[in-house]
């Protein structure tokens, strides 16, 4: 048998689909349309098998959608401003437009390469100029709306990148790219107002029926919605100060109250600004982060006031007052109450300054006697040693009683408070958008006007000042307006401000006026499915939703809530990671396994430690390359062996046997192929049975549901039984017709999976009206079923019976049967519960 040459063919239908444009499309309100959006990718020079699983997953959906008779929107674009381009700029001197410029065009061709269904007349790059002038726009109308914001604020600072971080881009207390220890600045920053829409986004978060529940559950603990309590604390100490205000959740523990904490930057440091050893302390406290995570982690410091608090339900105790590390002007008044029994962090700080640790909520398994040693207990209970609020239950009874009270003696109140804080959206960095403000003599604001848009980058730049590159660029810095000479925003917006609204734009890619037009908005969103990995769950999934909601305010062309309507979370690509003998990451390609222990290849002699399986990374170099993959198995054995070896949305782990297997198996499919041509033209006068017809309606049935429930590898798994099926079958005698018709719905539904193969196949029995066949239902009809026979509820046999028998016959056919009959002879049945074609239980 011939080989199939998956070279040839897949470069001549590569070319057939550019050629003709076959996946463009124009919005058409006479069609059903399926807009399938996958989160489009940074520009880094190559892709990686990631990038291959998402896109491959995301196609198989737009090409069985296609095959529907959908009008499909599947675009792509590139997510290009960022700092990986102004590093690599400064470290090779290079312009970081011509870097990325030349890393898209490179990605371009090798997406090409893997056949995928993308209009790529659609295709949009955030770093062009196209792109970022309708974005800031979209910036000085949320100004106008009162959503963009600037003010002084102490701030996440990545010390390696010299650039502000949101919250969401620290983790464990560092650089999201970086990986330094990020520390605490005051600028002044420019920020969206995303706690506006904090109740609504936690609101809508009911309606995303689509959407996996983790990561709901993610925003939602993100949103962080809490109620709790306003207090008012008397303060002696200094008659400038009559009390302290502060937020708490838990005002039922008052009774351990023993310190009170407000922020370095707290009204009342005015007091201290010249204390030398309060100013050493806010220094200190400069080496905090911002997060919760930094400050949780980090070490408790305070710096102790001449003040006391007044406990408002024990007014005869008084607590000292502190400045401390750990509280931020950002949440509630910049004060908290410690009560180091019940809340580790003030546990530690309690600890550190030998404050005191007063138990007042014990566990239901302890008695009276309870106490706090070793660390804080934060759950349920009772109270205890709280005069009248003793024997509340915690927390249902507890928090609600105490803030009764406490609004009855009018010094407290009932209030909601969300985690959620306004993004800080300031970038300290070149390659970004600019921010379309300028500053007068007086420093105050002033927004570029329209037809100054867009405000561009300047292209000659020293990218190895420190610092900013835009600080120093005097000639772009200076501008005029109106005639009055101003000074232009040297910040640019962070990176996820672009990826926040990229699916409006790939709606209406050319349009110059708005940055969409209403006829394709109404038409196209929101996005039907999109997929992208769980580690957008917060940063670009919630930025986006939070976007949809501050265009559509107050805007006549949109009036959306929703980006996205469904949502398919992806797994990673995983493998091996090595290191040399000097700790170094060396990549697949660089090892060999000698007598089944790796080498390098280089030097044989130097032995590789294998390290965990873990994602694809570039850092890692544990990554593949899916060039060389292409190249030796062709892209429909890389998208087969992608989507077989495990669930979408489950992590995949490479194997150089998974792809060959892959190759072998289309190898395999191709001989099959070559057998249906022969037996077609052999053109039989008449059929030998109607199996070859009621397999192939199975088969599409298994494929359809599959396909509808992102079970892509059960697919894989459907192609192996039908090939082993078919090869048997294919000897039978079957009329021409029959064996056309059938093979033709079997390639039909390999076309999302592997199309250049199923296109090619189509092609050669000539067939070219080409759409999702129909299951013909009646003849996959099973003629004799099993029911289940059940007792009180309890199985007790099958019974193998024609379908849609009625209960009487049921019940004729039991008492025929003695091994289930005697579980019913001699007892009276008061009850049966009939489901036809599936189970009888008698109930006795």
Same mark, same amino acid.
């Given at each position: ?580 003998? @000097? =700790?170094?990451?060396?990549?697949? #390609? ?7 222990? &790796? *080498? /390098? +290849? %280089? ?78 033209? @052999? =053109?039989?006068?008449?059929?030998? #049975? ?7 309606? &199975? *088969? /599409? +049935? %298994? ?98 019976? %024609? ?42």
């Amino acid at each position: 048998m011939e080989r199939y040459n998956f070279k040839s063919v897949e470069k001549k239908w590569q070319k057939e689909w550019e050629s003709t444009k076959a996946f463009s499309v124009q919005t058409d309100i006479s069609k059903k349309k399926f807009y399938c959006l996958e989160m489009f990718p940074y520009p880094s020079g190559k892709i990686h098998m990631g990038h291959v699983r998402n896109y491959t997953i995301g196609d198989v959906l737009a090409r069985y959608k296609t095959l529907q008779g959908f009008n499909v929107l599947h675009p792509m674009g590139w997510d290009s401003f960022g700092m990986p381009a102004e590093n690599a700029a400064k470290q090779n001197n290079l312009s970081p437009k011509n870097w990325t410029e030349t890393n898209i065009s490179n990605m371009r061709s090798q997406l090409k390469k893997l056949g995928l269904s993308i209009d790529w007349d659609r295709e949009i790059s955030t770093c062009s100029e196209q792109y970022y002038k309708h974005q800031q726009k979209f910036f000085l109308e949320l100004f106008d709306k009162k959503l963009v914001y600037r003010k002084e604020n102490y701030v996440n600072w990545d010390p390696v990148d010299e650039t502000v971080l949101a919250n969401e881009q620290v983790i464990d207390g560092k650089g999201w790219r970086s990986g330094a220890v990020v520390e605490r600045k005051k600028l002044s920053q420019w920020f969206f107002n995303i706690s506006e829409f904090s109740q609504d986004l936690l609101d809508g978060l009911e309606k995303l029926k689509n959407w996996p529940n983790k990561v709901k559950t993610m925003q939602k603990n993100w949103i962080g919605k809490s109620f709790g309590c306003e207090i008012d604390f008397k303060i002696e100490g200094d008659t400038r100060v009559k009390n302290i205000k502060c937020f708490t959740t838990r005002p039922d523990t008052l009774f351990g109250f023993s310190f009170l904490a407000v922020s370095a930057d707290h009204e009342i440091s005015q007091y201290y600004k010249k204390d030398p050893k309060f100013i050493e302390f806010k220094e200190q406290c400069s080496k905090t982060g911002t997060t919760e995570e930094a400050i949780a982690v980090g070490e408790k410091i305070g710096f102790k006031t001449n003040l006391y608090a007044i406990n408002p339900l024990s007014p005869s105790e008084r607590v000292p007052v502190y400045f401390a590390n750990f509280v931020l002007m950002d949440y509630g008044f910049g004060a908290v109450f410690g009560c180091p029994a019940h809340d580790q962090r003030d546990f530690e700080f309690a600890k550190k300054y030998n404050l005191e640790i007063k138990t007042v909520v014990r566990p239901e398994n302890e008695n009276e006697s309870f106490k706090v040693t070793s660390e804080a207990y934060t759950g349920e209970g009772t109270l205890i040693n709280s005069k009248y609020l003793n024997n509340l239950k915690v927390p249902d009874q507890s928090i609600l009683e105490t803030i009764k009270i406490l609004e009855e003696k009018k010094i407290g109140s009932k209030k909601i408070n969300f985690r959620l804080k306004d993004w800080g959206v300031s970038r300290q960095r070149y390659w970004g958008c600019p921010i379309p403000i300028a500053y007068d003599e007086n420093g105050d604001v002033h927004k570029i006007p329209e037809e100054m848009l867009p405000v561009k980058l300047p292209e000659k730049i020293n990218l190895k000042v420190k610092g900013n590159p835009l600080d120093h660029i005097d000639e772009w810095k200076n501008i005029e307006i109106n005639g009055k000479k101003m000074i232009r925003e040297t910040d640019t917006l962070d990176t996820f401000v672009c990826s926040s609204w990229y699916f409006l734009r790939f709606c209406s890619p050319n349009e110059e006026n708005y940055g969409f037009s209403e006829e394709d908005i109404k038409y196209w969103m929101p996005v039907d499915q999109y997929i992208g990995g769980i580690e957008h769950a917060i940063l670009h999934l919630l930025y986006s939703r939070f976007f949809m909601r501050a265009i559509s305010k107050n805007n006549k062309i949109i009036n959306l809530s929703e980006p996205f309507n469904g949502l398919f979370t992806q797994g990673m690509v995983c493998h091996e990671t090595y290191k040399d003998n @000097k =700790n170094n990451w060396i990549s697949p #390609d660089e090892v060999q396994t000698i007598n089944g222990k &790796k *080498f /390098l +290849k %280089k030097d044989n002699s130097i032995p590789i430690k294998v390290g965990p399986i873990e994602s694809m990374s570039k850092s890692k170099k544990n990554t593949i390359d899916p060039e060389n993959i292409i190249s030796n198995y062709g892209a429909d054995a890389a998208r087969l062996f992608i989507l077989s070896d495990s669930p979408p949305e489950k992590d995949v782990l490479w194997s150089e046997e998974g792809i060959s297997s892959s190759y072998k198996f289309i190898q395999k499919l191709w001989n099959l192929n070559l057998k249906f041509i022969e037996e077609i033209g @052999k =053109n039989h006068k008449q059929d030998s #049975d109607d199996e070859i017809e009621r397999y192939t309606n &199975k *088969f /599409l +049935k %298994k494929v359809t549901e599959n396909l509808e429930g992102f079970s892509y590898n059960k697919i894989i798994a459907n192609l192996h039984e039908m090939y082993s099926f078919m090869i048997k079958q294919i000897s039978k005698n079957y009329k021409k017709n029959t064996l056309k018709k059938n093979y033709k719905k079997i390639l039909i539904s390999l076309q999302p999976v592997i199309p250049h193969f199923s296109n090619e196949c189509l092609e050669l029995i000539n067939e070219k009206d080409i759409n999702w066949p129909e299951i013909d239902e009646n003849i996959i009809r099973e003629e004799v079923i099993n029911i289940v026979v059940q007792v009180n509820g309890k199985k007790r046999g099958l019974l193998k019976t %024609k379908i849609d028998e009625t209960e009487k016959k049921i019940m004729d056919i039991i008492k025929k049967d003695e091994k289930i009959y005697k579980y019913l002879n001699n007892n009276e049945i008061k009850k049966s519960i009939y489901i036809k074609n599936k189970l009888i239980n008698f109930i006795i």
